[in-house]
């Protein structure tokens, strides 16, 4: 029998070393547990904060994309009005080039009529300026004969 009360101490002694391990072993779990838990709350109140200035940020980045839009709404307004001044100018340009065409085509075509007068011009001048030498040869003459005549 005393085997049994041997074998029945050591079964005692087993169960008692197996619940120390296995409290020792759950106290490690639950301060463990409580490491993680206190981490888990850290992480949470971190995340929170994150959450708040991505939303923040959000909301500026919209505040921006709206402003950034309204302005380019208004520069599609001056560059409408660029652009209609830029083909007012072509207009004009091409209004200029015509007409430059226009009197580069006349003058080509006048410039035979302009050269023909040119002659008949420097012709009539010609025909006068004779006529006026004649006149004064005449007269000259003319004065002459009276000197000489006495008279």
């Given amino acids: 029998m005393e085997l049994v009360y041997i074998s029945a101490l050591i079964v005692a002694i087993a169960i008692a070393v197996l619940v120390i391990y296995l409290i020792k072993t759950l106290k490690a779990a639950t301060q463990t547990m409580e490491k993680v838990s206190t981490t888990m709350e850290r992480m949470e109140k971190q995340v929170q904060g994150i959450t708040s200035e991505s939303e923040q ?82 007269e000259v003459s003319q004065n002459e004969n009276t000197y000489s005549t006495g008279g």
């Fill in 57 to 138: 940020l959000i909301q500026k980045t919209n505040v921006i994309a709206d402003d950034v839009q309204h302005k380019t709404e208004s520069l599609n307004g001056l560059f409408t009005s660029l652009k209609d001044v830029g083909d007012s100018l072509e207009n004009v340009n091409y209004s200029f080039k015509d007409m430059s065409d226009s009197i580069s085509r006349h003058s080509r075509e006048q410039s035979e009529q302009v050269a023909q007068a040119v002659q008949w011009g420097n012709a009539a001048i010609d025909l006068y300026t004779k006529w006026q030498d004649r006149k004064r040869k005449k």
